[in-house]
């Protein structure tokens, strides 16, 4: 298995430019997560889907930041516009659900660093 | 809400010494607990997992951690360190669906 895979591993932008994020999840998994990472904050979650569809966004900081699971096999986080306190690790995640909910192991994507200048 | 308190941000050991992550929760009530471990400019991994049955948890690369219920306490720990366990190390609760993760402890181990 190929794991989840995320893209793009870097990017720089300026400010005020859009940003989106891409994550596949792993085959057959159905429930997938956004986290950030920074040195301040830690890991936070923004936002999780099952089946497809937004469960929690409590997490999103702000309206700026938005995501979309279209389909099983894709997701994105898009912030628009973005500013230098964005500046952070993406994580996307994903896990299969079982028949004790929301108990699986999460599987975590290699991460988009963001640097916004 | 759940949450996650790891005692230290920063330990700093030689090669050999033993080792005990700390790791507090906060949740009603009943939880799965979990360590992730994150090598450098690497993602994180599961080191180990506690759902139910015996408390004490045996993961990957000589790690435990013991569950204690009365105390809210899930702890790593390891007999003897390698340079190469220098990461983070993540404790993480998960109550009712989603995963919490406290702030994360630096090892950095000297050879």
């Known amino acids: 298995d190929a794991g989840v895979i995320q893209s793009p591993r870097h990017e720089v932008t300026e400010m005020g430019q859009e940003v989106t994020l891409r994550c596949k999840p792993i085959s057959g998994h159905n429930s997938l997560f956004w986290y950030r990472q920074t040195m301040m904050r830690g890991l936070e979650l923004l936002i999780y889907?099952?089946?497809?569809?937004?469960?929690?966004d409590s997490g999103m900081p702000e309206d700026r930041f938005s995501a979309k699971m279209p389909n099983a096999s894709f997701s994105t986080l898009k912030i628009q516009p973005s500013e230098p306190r964005d500046s952070a690790v993406y994580f996307c995640?994903?896990?299969?659900?079982?028949?004790?909910?929301?108990?699986?192991?999460?599987?975590f994507g290699e991460g988009s660093r963001l640097t916004v200048l | 809400a759940q949450s996650v308190s790891q005692h230290n941000h920063h330990v700093i050991l030689s090669e050999a010494a033993s080792l005990e992550l700390g790791c507090n929760y906060s949740y009603g009530g009943t939880v799965n607990l979990f360590w992730y471990v994150q090598y450098p400019g690497q993602h994180l991994q599961l080191l180990l997992k506690y759902f139910s049955g015996d408390p004490l948890v045996k993961g990957i690369k000589g790690f435990e951690a013991e569950f204690i219920k009365s105390k809210f306490s899930f702890n790593l720990r390891k007999p003897s360190v390698q340079w190469s366990d220098t990461a983070e190390y993540f404790c993480a609760v998960c109550g009712y669906s989603t995963l919490t993760f406290g702030k994360g402890t630096m090892l950095l181990v000297s050879p």
């Open positions: 889907f099952n089946n497809n569809v937004p469960i929690d």
């Open positions: 995640a994903s896990r299969s659900a079982s028949n004790r909910a929301n108990t699986g192991e999460l599987f």
